[in-house]
């Protein structure tokens, strides 16, 4: 069975510093998708960032990157230049190819400190 | 841009009343899908849905059913709501099964049963 396994429930960053959030999976699939979702405070979760397994190189989205090490099984996210804004809840999901399955992890919990 | 409604933000119900929830999605996505997001827990999948009067259930069914009369338009019931219930609910829709694009989300229901 797939798991998602976010190890840190609560994380903080200064504002305009940089915060890296963890996440790990489980499957024996070898094609598949892994993204990170934001949920902030009383509002809807939104897609941060998108990974597909077969691709190499790490997506990023402005001030969002991912590090995505295959074999590790290990899908972090690094936000750079934190703003206030992005304080919110932060959860890892894993997709295998057939679109019908979406695994989330706990979620980890980001303040922002001005 | 893509919108998921949900009928209510908040609902107060009884021990024992039959609840509905609504989701409304329009734009045309083939799977849709209920979640429930309990702090510490993340999301869990209650049900999915990948076409019209097709379901399939997730990892925690027991004590819900959904209907999916229209293609836009995917409905959790709780046939008999219980304390244990009470929570947040989410739904989702996503484009048609085998290709896993993100999901988009409704703003969620939080449900208290007294």
């Known amino acids: 069975a797939q798991t998602v396994t976010q190890s840190q429930p609560e994380m903080s960053v200064q504002e305009a510093e940089t915060v890296t959030l963890s996440c790990t999976y489980d499957?024996?699939?070898?094609?598949?998708?892994l993204f990170w979702y934001k949920q902030p405070p009383s509002r809807q979760m939104i897609l941060v960032i998108r990974q597909e397994a077969y691709k190499q190189q790490n997506a990023t989205e402005n001030r969002f990157s991912v590090n995505f090490q295959k074999a590790a099984k290990s899908f972090s996210l690094k936000i750079s230049d934190s703003q206030l804004g992005d304080a919110a809840m932060y959860f890892c999901a894993y997709s295998p190819n057939t679109g019908n399955q979406f695994y989330f992890g706990t979620g980890t919990s980001l303040t922002v400190i001005p | 841009d893509v919108k998921v409604t949900q009928s209510s933000r908040y609902l107060v119900k009884r021990t024992g009343e039959k609840v509905f929830l609504e989701c409304v999605q329009d734009?045309?996505?083939?799977?849709m899908f209920w979640y429930r997001q309990d702090p510490g827990l993340g999301l869990r999948l209650i049900y999915f849905s990948y076409d019209v009067k097709m379901k399939e259930k997730g990892d925690i069914p027991e004590g819900y059913s959904v209907s999916r009369e229209k293609k836009e338009r995917f409905s959790l019931i709780l046939e008999s709501a219980s304390t244990n219930q009470t929570s947040m609910y989410l739904c989702a829709s996503s484009l048609i099964i085998g290709r896993a694009y993100e999901q988009y989300f409704g703003p969620g229901t939080r449900l208290t049963v007294t």
């Open positions: 499957t024996s699939e070898s094609d598949y998708y």
């Open positions: 734009m045309d996505h083939e799977n």
